[in-house]
């Protein structure tokens, strides 16, 4: 056994039955099996975990305190690990300077880009930044966003002091920022704030730092300043999406947001937004789409600074390639999907020269579009082209016959998984016994001459059990109530309604008695609401007859029934995904 090699054995971790594995390092790897087999119990509990562990283990006790504690998972043995980086669904963490340009750090390269090249010339790079004070708007502090807290909201006129005016948690009688107003000795506590003069409503609300001493006996040290000047000073430059309970719904009640009116949005101050590099300012190369970006990146011709421009684009292709070329770079990073942040996440080690790492993947072709599975898929052989291990959990075929090697856990979920299946080529698992390998061979067997999908009328003469057979060969989801053979179709809309399939979960129409139900699950949409709550409301009955106002209702006992389903017609061959 060679050090090209991680070495597992006896592992136990959760559902996990004592596995031995052996590992080729260097390769793309794909774990598959049924959800809740085990694969993330190997992938992530067990290997991920492990690695971690050990390399914050080379830190010192005290910066160990800084870092996740990971406990020993239960096997025998795990030899030859590497450095692992996790690439998972989790969405990208930061507060509202967190943008697509800032996690990238393409935004970095523009903004020395624009502080070499800009007209005219603004300054160093930081000059650019909406997180630097050189170049961040004065009036939303680079935030994008202009918050104005609402005074009548705030203030209940009505109520004195000593009755607690002020419209939030923090400014409540007792709290130590109420204190700071009650026992200041300017104001009468037990005064309505409707009858205060002028000066004393400045005094309570708008009153700067050092603009008036106080003079009570018990007032807090030190300096004064108005209940909306903290408020806004404290308050408006939090992000709402930390908040909790109260502090949450009266902040919502109190401030109402929109973008700031000096940058209209664009977070920088005068100079940085209106520089230009050949006619294109800063904030509007981050507000188009990356993929018209590159279009005009790349028609630029700025001398010396073409190498530059040349590595920006090279990072905006990374995007693109993982099928995030719709996205915009001042994208708040809290606002991207799972999948997205992802991508997002794998666009950064993409342009690493750091080598034989591990990466591990959670399902990355979620939400992908199919050509830009097959992009993924490149994506991911380059990483292994580096030097690096990359170890994937997924489903898609696609991604699954690309891998150097596959392991498949199971048989089934839970306690009934936890074992290895299968480890090999992925022609040798579509010969396997194994779920996966049944799977792989039915979507293979599937391919077929185009559907003939007209009206066929049930023929009674001949056996039930042969008809749902045939049926289900020919890709159809039989109701003996409608004497329609509906093809099973992605994406296609024949008619007012149509079924869209998905590949895991229960068929709606199980319960229907005769129906051919295939393994996927069906769903009807389209039409109006009131048609699909009358499916819906039917198959609870037993009917699971689709029918429209104006026709016979669903068949009953005893008493036929005439569906309102439109004829079917001929189904093009790229409508059907199998």
Not at 244 to 259: F, H, N, Q, W
Not at 291 to 299: G, K, Q, T
């Amino acid at each position: 056994m060679t050090l090209d090699t991680m070495r597992l054995r006896g592992v136990r971790q959760n559902n996990l039955r004592g596995l031995d594995l052996d590992l080729t390092k260097r390769s793309l790897i794909v774990v598959v099996g049924v959800s809740g087999s085990g694969k993330s119990s190997l992938v992530f509990d067990t290997i991920a975990a492990e690695a971690q562990r050990q390399l914050n283990a080379t830190f010192s006790a005290f910066a160990q305190s800084y870092l996740p504690s990971y406990g020993r998972p239960d096997t025998e043995s795990i030899e030859n690990l590497s450095a692992c980086v996790v690439i998972g669904q989790r969405r990208l963490q930061g507060g509202p300077r967190s943008t697509l340009a800032t996690v990238t750090d393409i935004g970095d390269w523009l903004r020395v880009l624009w502080s070499r090249a800009s007209t005219p010339h603004v300054g160093h790079a930081g000059a650019f930044s909406f997180n630097d004070p050189a170049g961040m708007c004065p009036q939303c502090q680079g935030l994008g966003v202009e918050k104005v807290l609402d005074l009548a909201e705030f203030v209940d006129e009505s109520r004195s002091l000593r009755e607690g005016p002020f419209r939030h948690p923090d400014f409540a009688p007792g709290m130590a920022t109420w204190r700071k107003y009650a026992d200041s000795g300017l104001f009468d506590v037990d005064v309505p704030i409707e009858q205060f003069s002028e000066r004393e409503l400045h005094l309570l609300l708008e009153a700067e730092a050092g603009q008036v001493e106080p003079t009570g006996v018990r007032a807090r040290p030190g300096d004064y300043e108005g209940a909306a000047v903290l408020f806004r000073r404290t308050h408006l430059t939090k992000d709402s999406a930390t908040l909790r309970g109260r502090a949450k719904e009266a902040y919502a009640g109190l401030v109402t947001s929109g973008p700031c009116t000096a940058c209209e949005g664009s977070r920088l101050n005068e100079a940085a937004r209106t520089a230009t590099v050949a006619g294109l300012t800063l904030p509007r190369a981050l507000a188009i789409q990356v993929s018209d970006l590159i279009e005009v990146m790349r028609a630029w011709d700025l001398g010396p600074l073409d190498a530059l421009v040349a590595d920006i684009t090279t990072r905006l292709d990374r995007l693109v390639d993982l099928g995030l070329g719709y996205l915009h770079l001042a994208r708040e990073t809290a606002t991207l999907s799972g999948g997205e942040a992802q991508r997002v996440t794998m666009v950064r080690h993409l342009g690493s020269t750091l080598n034989d790492l591990l990466y591990i993947f959670d399902e990355p072709t979620t939400g992908l579009h199919a050509r830009d599975v097959d992009q993924l898929g490149r994506m991911l052989q380059r990483l292994r082209d580096q030097g690096n291990t990359v170890l994937v959990v997924e489903h898609d075929p696609a991604i699954m016959r690309i891998a150097d090697q596959l392991v498949e856990i199971g048989l089934g979920a839970g306690i009934h998984g936890g074992e290895l299946l299968f480890q090999g080529t992925f022609e040798e698992l579509r010969e396997a016994d194994t779920p996966t390998g049944q799977a792989l061979r039915t979507a293979r067997g599937q391919e077929r001459e185009p559907l003939d999908a007209g009206v066929v009328d049930r023929d009674a003469r001949r056996d039930p059990a042969t008809v749902r057979q045939a049926d289900r060969a020919a890709g159809l989801v039989v109701l003996p109530e409608l004497r329609r053979r509906v093809p099973r179709v992605r994406g296609h809309r024949p008619h007012h309604h149509r079924a869209r399939l998905h590949r895991r979960g229960d068929h709606p129409l199980r319960d229907v008695p005769g129906a051919a139900v295939p393994r996927r699950r069906a769903e009807v949409s389209g039409g109006r609401p009131v048609d699909r709550r009358r499916l819906r409301d039917d198959r609870r009955g037993g009917a699971g007859v689709l029918h429209r106002p104006g026709t016979a209702g669903p068949a009953r006992a005893g008493r036929p029934g005439r569906s309102g389903l439109p004829d079917a017609r001929p189904v093009p061959d790229d409508a059907v995904r199998w």
